[in-house]
């Protein structure tokens, strides 16, 4: 017989949607910003925090029903969370299984958090482009002023 912690499902399965799992301790609620889902959400979002994993020691888990992540939203995703595994659910089965890639640089998924950079002047329609400096931890620098971003900020400059 399996263990009490093995048998009991924290969450229940949904029919149709996305299993976002592996999203590291304490980041779920800023993975759903990142995605733009709220409290005007009109689909069942089901969230567990904290959760025991072999893998990362604690992880966060996000179920979101009748949606399924477009490859902009994986993107934005990378962000927060690079390492996360993403499962399309279809009849209650796995569909797919997407892949979220963190390339050397990341282009129009979000604005430089610098309000004087170029990108920020409608008169120069250049891309959005920030240099992966570092994966662990995540750092970020704007192609064209150099600024290193913060995080937090660029939560709230997601295109």
């Not at 229940?12 to 980041?27: E, F, L, S, Y």
């Not at 969370?81 to 009849?91: L, M, S, T």
Request: net charge positive.
């Amino acid at each position: 017989m399996m263990s009490n912690e093995h048998s009991m499902r924290r969450v229940t399965a949904i029919r149709n949607g996305t299993v976002i799992d592996h999203i590291p301790q304490g980041h779920a609620l800023t993975v759903l910003e990142m995605l733009g889902i709220n409290d005007k959400t009109s689909v069942p979002v089901s969230l567990v925090m904290n959760v025991p994993s072999k893998k990362m020691g604690s992880k966060d888990i996000i179920k979101v029903e009748d949606r399924e992540l477009t490859q902009g939203e994986l993107d934005r995703l990378a962000l927060v969370a690079p390492d996360a595994h993403v499962a399309i659910i279809r009849a209650y089965t796995v569909a797919e299984k997407m892949t979220i890639n963190l390339g050397e640089e990341v282009v129009n998924v979000v604005r430089c958090t610098m309000s004087n950079c170029i990108t920020s002047n409608p008169r120069e329609p250049l891309p959005h482009r920030l240099k992966v400096i570092s994966r662990f931890p995540l750092q970020l620098r704007c192609h064209y002023c150099g600024r290193t971003q913060n995080l937090v900020e660029l939560v709230k400059n997601v295109i």
